[in-house]
């Protein structure tokens, strides 16, 4: 059986896609409670992130995940939720619950690994963090949140420059935690995230004309 403390891989330079599109609303009513769960990042909220954390909720259901953000004592929190196959937002969309500018807080600030980011602790603030609605014991992940999943990997790829690692919570702190568990499909994950799509914009979207092929204007227009 897989052994997700081991569940990492870098993205390459080459073939990084272009712009992904991803439906994700914000959680009802999250706004509120950032304050009590995330801090201001200490690198540039662009360039400095490194990786995208992949972790499982141990838990049936979004409303759980988003409970423990509302803890008085030890909160935690996470950029985006993806809903299990018995809620109604499944194969619908995923939940936005962070802002990624922001520093969420997924990963203990002594974990770490040598393989990711030199080692580097304090890990929330260079990365993102995506929790999974799963049991993980013998709850196995549906098709639909491996794919999604791996279009958000593929949508911060796009979005962040220096983004590299791809990597399980289990591997930067394998001493406590196991998510997202030996029956989230890695390698099929894995592939997906590296394989080249060719619709990944919807088609209202890529109807647009590119600003790179937008000739600068000489008039005063809005804005001005």
Known sequence: MANPREYQFNLPKK???????ILD???????KYWSNCTTKRTVDPISGIKAIVIHATAGGSSEG?????????????????????????HGKLI??????????????????HPD???????VNHWSLGVEIVNNQNA????????????????????????????????????D???????????SKFKSLVLSAH??????????????SKIKASSKNLCCL
């Open 176 to 186: 406590r935690r196991s998510d997202p568990g030996a029956h989230f499909d890695w």
């Open 198 to 211: 060719n619709n990944e914009l919807p088609e209202s979207v890529a109807a647009a004309v590119p600003a």
């Open 25 to 31: 609303p914000w959680y009802p009513g999250i706004q």
């Open 15 to 21: 073939n990084r896609p272009g712009d992904v599109s």
């Open 116 to 122: 990711v980011n030199d080692g580097a602790r304090r």
């Open 139 to 174: 709850d196995e992940f549906s098709d639909w949140q491996i794919e999604v999943t791996a279009k958000l990997v593929r949508y911060c790829w796009a979005k962040y420059p220096n983004l590299e690692h791809v990597v399980s919570h289990a591997k930067l702190d394998s």
């Open 65 to 89: 995940a988003i409970s423990v953000m509302k803890r008085s004592d030890e909160p935690a929190s996470f950029h985006w939720l993806v809903p299990d196959e018995n809620e109604e937002q």
């Open 95 to 112: 939940w936005a619950c962070v802002p990624e500018a922001l520093a969420a807080w997924h990963v203990r600030n002594t974990a770490h």
